[in-house]
């Protein structure tokens, strides 16, 4: 019986994962400084409570919902219109997180590096991303699941299995930072659950 | 954790899909846009309005509440005390009080206002901007009187930051 069959037979369920390197984000936010925080995923009520009190602009761009689309696009530019697409107007303001989730799985690394090339023109100097990538897993949700904020430090995570599971890219640092130009992984951590989690820098140098 | 400001603008736990939010005015009074009606140009007033109709072009009621309601249609930018969405909003939602967007909710725009309530499963593509000295919240209601003050701490007598900081490094 194959790892996906099993799991099948027992659907995944929710769970709490601590998070360190996203508390991290938070933790030094100045009250009195105003930040852009760009959101990949869906918009999540859990996010919203985390951010109130701050002076903060949460863009929201939903990317699960373009995966398919993204997938069957094969040119980069149109790739990328896609993407400017669906950014919200930046206003005068420049992005000070980006809040990747466990979203680049479920990108290649010529759409991770489009999505990059996207962003840059957004990204305040020091900007960071963060991002969970799965790495002892050989197998991951077909669909990315929900992931919410519970308290800064522990997110909620809900595995979606309904459309079974895929192999995982596994991606590496190194690779990773190729698709990500102009991006260095300042720090990484190994979390409970088999992930690797990432806070990438970017550096206008 | 945060250092947040003791602020007011605390967000409040959405309502139970079950428990209907408060829509009407003290006096029970509401208008009502209806499902087969199509507005085109600007809404002003001075009472609460649902709006389960379509309606293009400008909302304001800045004093009362609006709703978009689940059959509603909305390209337009929508000024109001409250506002609930459960329908179909494009444009820009800007409120004193209180945004409350529930799941069968689907905007494409930006939301402004000091408190903003999502529901889960709402579908969301834009900006949703909480800070007391948003640009587009002082523009609105630049004589507003909400009930909350915008901020319950003093003014530590530091200069205020500028909208678009360049320096800021969070993480670091």
Known sequence: MTAAASVHEEPAKSYELRVPLFQSIFEPFDPERRYVVLDLGPARSGLIELLVGLRCRLDVIGLPDMLGHLQSLEEPERIRQAIK?????????????????NLLNYLDDERIQVLAQALKSRL????????????????????????TPRDAGNLLVEPDENDGLIDTPRYARARLEAALPGMRAEQTMLLGNGMQEYLFRFSTS | MFNKKESSSAVEEPRPVSQPARRESSDGHRAVIGASIHVDGELRGEEDLLIEGKVKGTVELKKNSVTIGSSGEVKADVFAHTIYVDGKMHGNLVASERIVVRK???????????????????????????DP????????????????????????????????????????
């Open chain 1, 124 to 147: 305040a100097p020091g900007a960071c991303l963060h991002a969970l990538i799965e790495y002892s897993s050989r197998h991951m949700p077909a669909v990315p699941g929900m992931m």
């Open chain 2, 104 to 130: 069968s909710a689907e905007i494409r725009g930006s939301i402004t206002s000091l408190r903003v309530s999502l529901e889960d499963g709402a579908r969301f593509n834009g900006t949703i901007d909480m």
């Open chain 1, 85 to 101: 697409a669906s950014l919200p107007p930046p206003r005068g303001e420049f992005v000070n997180v980006v809040l990747g989730w």
């Open chain 2, 133 to 172: 000295d948003s640009e587009a919240l002082k523009k609105a209601f630049s004589n507003r009187q909400s009930s909350q003050p915008v901020r319950s701490t003093p003014n530590t007598g530091k200069p205020e930051a500028k909208d678009t900081d360049k320096s800021a490094q969070p993480g670091a």
